[in-house]
């Protein structure tokens, strides 16, 4: 079955194992060689931007030649960079089977080619500084999804937190605007990494649906801040948006010990969305190679085996296909033109 992914973090992987290309890479969940493999009808790629010196894999990335000083704006800005040389030299040494998107036409017009569609997309919106003119800027690059905040304030408002104030503070002014700029522009808003204060804020000023690209479900895990609550569910389902099921153990888990992704357990978040918002309010979001633990989908070659389940357990064909890509077509249509 065709399907898309909204969420991955292989362009960060390519640059941090020297690689001039997504097409084949060692030790990763995806790469273009086995997303042609997997059925994959479109892949959104992230630039992860880190606001800190030292996220976690900063120090591989810090091997790579010319790697600037620990300033944060300097790494992102190098990064970013790098990144978008990987997702470009990408698309111009597999242009037969890869294909930029930025559009609902492009994703038609790729797919009757026969190739995969990329979606360029930025994890962290701080570069943006509080310049509305730099959205334009990324939308001309390409961009058509910023996901506002990652782990720190920035520009736009407030991440998840474990804190109750830190959780319930909302976009700043700033981040307000944006959110309609960026509806105006067709570049879609990610509320994954935001807080719930940031998330009510974002339904009421979005006019367009909006997504929460790699998020699961707070009920099931809850441990987890970046996970949806179940009025967050019903509002983005309201919206015409969609939540896009991460694989992460310790957002599927509720014992954060368990760090085992199971096919199960991956199924019981999305039924429970199912439940709680509808059949169309679901997407995939799996975090390839941003997430780690053990994996029964451990690359992208595996993603038949959680329509197999969600068939098992008696979802419709038509459900499991809205949730494979139907959903998430509607909404780059709807959204992106």
């Known amino acids: 079955?065709?399907?898309?992914?909204?969420?991955?973090?292989?362009?960060?992987?390519?640059?941090?194992?020297?690689?001039?290309?997504?097409?084949?890479?060692?030790?990763?969940?995806?790469?273009?060689?086995?997303?042609?493999?997997?059925?994959?009808?479109?892949?959104?790629?992230?630039?992860?931007?880190?606001?800190?010196?030292?996220?976690?894999?900063?120090?591989?990335?810090?091997?790579?030649?010319?790697?600037?000083?620990?300033?944060?704006?300097?790494?992102?800005?190098?990064?970013?960079?790098?990144?978008?040389?990987?997702?470009?030299?990408?698309?111009?040494?597999?242009?037969?089977?890869?294909?930029?998107?930025?559009?609902?036409?492009?994703?038609?017009?790729?797919?009757?080619?026969?190739?995969?569609?990329?979606?360029?997309?930025?994890?962290?919106g701080f570069l943006v500084r509080g310049d509305l003119e730099k959205l334009g800027t990324f939308y001309d690059m390409g961009v058509r999804l910023i996901t506002l905040t990652w782990n720190d304030p920035n520009c736009f408002g407030y991440p998840h937190s474990a804190d109750r104030e830190e959780m319930g503070r909302g976009l700043t002014p700033f981040g307000k605007d944006a959110v309609a700029v960026m509806n105006d522009l067709g570049m879609l808003v990610d509320v994954s990494h935001l807080s719930d204060g940031g998330f009510y804020d974002v339904a009421d000023i979005s006019k367009k649906p909006f997504v929460a690209s790699h998020s699961d479900c707070r009920a099931l895990c809850p441990g987890a801040t970046r996970n949806l609550t179940d009025e967050m569910i019903r509002i983005l389902a309201e919206k015409g948006g969609v939540a896009g099921i991460n694989f992460e153990p310790t957002f599927l888990n509720e014992d954060p010990r368990d760090h085992v992704s199971r096919i199960s357990r991956i199924c019981d978040h999305i039924f429970h969305l199912i439940d709680k918002g509808g059949s169309e309010c679901v997407g995939i979001g799996t975090d390839f190679d941003g997430i780690y633990g053990e994996f029964e989908i451990a690359d992208c070659t595996g993603m038949p085996l959680l329509f197999e389940e969600l068939r098992r357990r008696g979802l419709p064909e038509s459900a499991v296909e809205k949730i494979a890509r139907g959903n998430v077509e509607r909404v780059i249509r709807d959204v992106l033109g």
């Open 1 to 124: 079955m065709r399907y898309i992914d909204m969420h991955c973090d292989t362009l960060a992987k390519a640059l941090m194992q020297g690689k001039r290309t997504v097409e084949v890479l060692e030790g990763t969940m995806a790469d273009l060689r086995r997303l042609k493999k997997s059925g994959a009808k479109a892949q959104f790629f992230a630039m992860f931007l880190p606001q800190k010196p030292d996220p976690g894999w900063l120090p591989q990335a810090a091997e790579v030649p010319d790697f600037p000083s620990s300033d944060p704006q300097r790494v992102s800005e190098y990064l970013m960079d790098k990144m978008y040389q990987i997702y470009q030299n990408t698309l111009a040494d597999c242009s037969d089977s890869l294909a930029a998107a930025g559009t609902y036409r492009d994703l038609g017009k790729n797919e009757r080619d026969g190739k995969i569609s990329a979606f360029l997309t930025i994890e962290n």
